[in-house]
């Protein structure tokens, strides 16, 4: 069964840092992308980041890029999202999910993050 679960989010100062972890389990995690995607209050999904471990690239959308950092831990089957450089446009429910060729298959159940002072 695959699992995927979140963890690490939190009220944070805006200009502060969050780091937050994805558990993945049952599935070969070198295999496949994995993402974190944002839900803010009232709005659609929004990607923020992926990451193919496999041939050691990532991306990030352009709202994100040059304060979040997305990475992977293979051995520990987790993947991670540090986030600089907090803004209030950041809060949202942040979710990892499981790429494949055909589009996202397992979700986590999310975790909250809410920049505020």
């Known amino acids: 069964e695959v699992q995927l679960v979140e963890s690490g989010g939190g009220l944070v100062q805006p200009g502060g840092s969050l780091r937050l972890s994805c558990a993945a389990s049952?599935?070969?995690?070198?295999?496949?992308?994995m993402s974190w995607v944002r839900q803010a209050p009232g709005k659609g999904l929004e990607w923020v980041s992926s990451?193919?471990?496999?041939?050691?690239?990532?991306y990030y959308a352009d709202s994100v890029k040059g304060r979040f950092t997305i990475s992977t831990d293979n051995a520990k089957n987790t993947v991670y999202l540090q986030m600089n450089s907090l803004k209030s446009e950041d809060t949202a429910v942040y979710y990892c999910?499981?790429?494949?060729?055909?589009?996202?298959?397992?979700w986590g159940q999310g975790t909250q993050v809410t920049v505020s002072s």
């Open positions: 999910a499981k790429l494949t060729t055909v589009g996202y298959d397992y």
């Open positions: 049952g599935f070969t995690f070198d295999d496949y992308a």
């Open positions: 990451i193919y471990s496999y041939i050691s690239r990532t």
